[in-house]
């Protein structure tokens, strides 16, 4: 594939492939806001080509080879590479159009702000980051920010500054962060994932000491003390590094920490001995004081003061997809989130126990046949928390089903550990079920990072519509 510098054909036309991506669509408005002609194709509609196609960008439904006519650049993820050929992938390479993978369109991007900040790790990424741009953007630092998800301050998934500061959520799958050029790099957490593409534990280590080492001399990297894999890290890279931990031991410690009736943590940090005061967060659950220490510690290393950052955590309401209500109808608490590995899903679960209910459901969406195998029996012992469970179909997302793995099978084998678990395949049978199931003070969880939001969606409006019928009925 032919390389190119993105800053040598300003003015022309960038196609992105898949630009409905949570990554893909924040680039593709970084480059029209820069003046670049962005078009782009997908394979359905969503809200982010809503929002996209709003502000000027022309996208195609569905992948065909005419997209890319007329391009100068083709912008591809690694997700379409490995889903098989594509038609415009093909195209691009007959007419010699330059393509470019995502990763490597940021890298570039990045070169051009010298105080760059890429946050890495197995889960929480996306919390962190967005936790570090509410904080950055209260101390006036006007960053450039790419975060994984859709947060509210900043207007969505991309901020556009105009200082030498850029903050980025940066992704492990396929080694893409290797393409960054970090100033200071933070790792949350390093933990079994992405094995479709990882061959094992050994590997992603490696990676994530790879991507470690890009960060220079000068610069820092950040990690928690608490995960052993990252402490390993942090004891073998040669760069200045700052460690945190939530009860333990490291530059940066978290304790005396307490929940408020919606399980939202407070607690008193110190940073080498130094009493930095109390931080509260206003989103549940320990492993956001992980986040939060994590966004805390790259602040103080960038400069910001102790008051803005303790402000800018505690204003941090969440992100879209993360412990996201979605609505309370007649006592029953829907919310949704992202957690799709069994370690999230635990911690989901976990700080859902804070969080006022009488009973707790969970309807958990699989995510790729190759990650349920892999790691399903952390996956059956992730639900410990949970009084009932529902589990739908797995949803293939870049893969094809090769027939060794159901939904059926973790269902069973999460009834064995003494779990009620029952299989509704779609989310119409999900709605249909807890619709009636569902009690008032209960707590249900939609979790999974494929379209399983909108299974809690669909059970908020049918019960609003249920309540509206019942009420005409009355009169």
């Known amino acids: 594939m032919t390389q190119i510098e993105i800053k040598n054909i300003k003015n022309g036309r960038v196609h992105f492939i898949g630009i409905g991506g949570i990554s893909m669509s924040g680039l593709a408005e970084f480059l029209l806001n820069k003046g670049y002609t962005v078009t782009g194709s997908d394979l359905m509609d969503s809200y982010i080509i809503k929002d996209l196609k709003s502000k000027g960008i022309e996208i195609e439904i569905g992948h065909k080879a005419s997209n890319v006519i007329g391009a100068d650049l083709v912008v591809y993820t690694s997700a379409i590479i490995t889903s098989g050929e594509n038609p415009e992938i093909s195209e691009a390479k007959k007419r010699n159009i330059p393509l470019m993978n995502r990763a490597v369109l940021m890298g570039q991007i990045m070169k051009g702000f010298p105080n760059a900040i890429a946050i890495a790790g197995t889960h929480g990424k996306t919390t962190a980051t967005s936790m570090l741009s509410l904080i950055m953007t209260q101390a006036k630092l006007d960053p450039t920010i790419f975060v994984g998800g859709k947060l509210d301050e900043i207007g969505g998934n991309v901020r556009i500054g105009k200082s030498p500061y850029f903050l980025v959520e940066a992704c492990e799958f396929s080694g893409s962060f290797l393409e960054m050029n970090p100033y200071i790099g933070v790792i949350l957490n390093i933990d079994n994932d992405h094995l479709d593409y990882f061959k094992d534990m050994d590997e992603i280590y490696d990676t994530f000491l790879s991507f470690a080492k890009l960060v220079p001399n000068r610069g820092y990297i950040i990690g928690c003390v608490d995960d052993p894999q990252v402490k390993k890290l942090l004891d073998e890279v040669d760069r200045r590094t700052v460690s945190f931990s939530v009860e333990g031991e490291g530059d940066?410690?978290?304790?005396?920490?307490?929940?408020?009736?919606?399980?939202?943590?407070?607690?008193?940090?110190?940073?080498?001995?130094?009493?930095?005061?109390?931080?509260?967060?206003?989103?549940?659950?320990?492993?956001?004081?992980?986040?939060?220490?994590?966004?805390?510690?790259?602040?103080?290393?960038?400069?910001?003061?102790?008051?803005?950052?303790?402000?800018?955590?505690?204003?941090?309401?969440?992100?879209?997809?993360?412990?996201?209500?979605?609505?309370?109808?007649?006592?029953?608490?829907?919310?949704?989130?992202?957690?799709?590995?069994?370690?999230?899903?635990?911690?989901?679960?976990?700080?859902?126990?804070?969080?006022?209910?009488?009973?707790?459901?969970?309807?958990?969406?699989?995510?790729?046949?190759?990650?349920?195998?892999?790691?399903?029996?952390?996956?059956?012992?992730?639900?410990?928390?949970?009084?009932?469970?529902?589990?739908?179909?797995?949803?293939?997302?870049?893969?094809?089903?090769?027939?060794?793995?159901?939904?059926?099978?973790?269902?069973?084998?999460?009834?064995?550990?003494?779990?009620?678990?029952?299989?509704?395949?779609?989310?119409?049978?999900?709605?249909?079920?807890?619709?009636?199931?569902?009690?008032?003070?209960?707590?249900?969880?939609?979790?999974?990072?494929?379209?399983?939001?909108?299974?809690?969606?669909?059970?908020?409006?049918?019960?609003?519509?249920?309540?509206?019928?019942?009420?005409?009925?009355?009169?």
């Open 252 to 475: 940066w410690v978290a304790y005396d920490i307490s929940y408020d009736s919606m399980g939202c943590p407070s607690f008193r940090a110190t940073y080498k001995g130094q009493d930095m005061g109390r931080f509260t967060l206003n989103v549940p659950g320990k492993h956001n004081i992980y986040n939060a220490m994590a966004a805390i510690a790259a602040a103080w290393a960038s400069g910001v003061s102790q008051r803005t950052i303790r402000h800018g955590i505690a204003s941090y309401q969440g992100t879209q997809r993360r412990f996201e209500m979605k609505g309370v109808v007649e006592g029953i608490t829907v919310i949704d989130d992202y957690g799709h590995h069994p370690t999230e899903i635990k911690a989901t679960l976990g700080a859902a126990k804070n969080y006022p209910h009488k009973k707790l459901w969970c309807v958990f969406q699989p995510y790729t046949f190759s990650r349920t195998k892999l790691l399903f029996h952390d996956f059956v012992n992730s639900f410990d928390d949970a009084h009932e469970i529902i589990i739908t179909d797995i949803m293939g997302g870049r893969e094809q089903d090769p027939g060794d793995i159901h939904a059926l099978d973790l269902v069973e084998a999460i009834k064995t550990k003494g779990k009620s678990c029952t299989y509704l395949p779609t989310f119409d049978d999900v709605v249909d079920y807890l619709s009636v199931k569902a009690q008032r003070d209960d707590l249900i969880i939609t979790t999974g990072c494929g379209n399983v939001y909108l299974a809690a969606e669909m059970l908020v409006q049918r019960m609003e519509e249920m309540l509206v019928a019942a009420s005409h009925e009355k009169v």
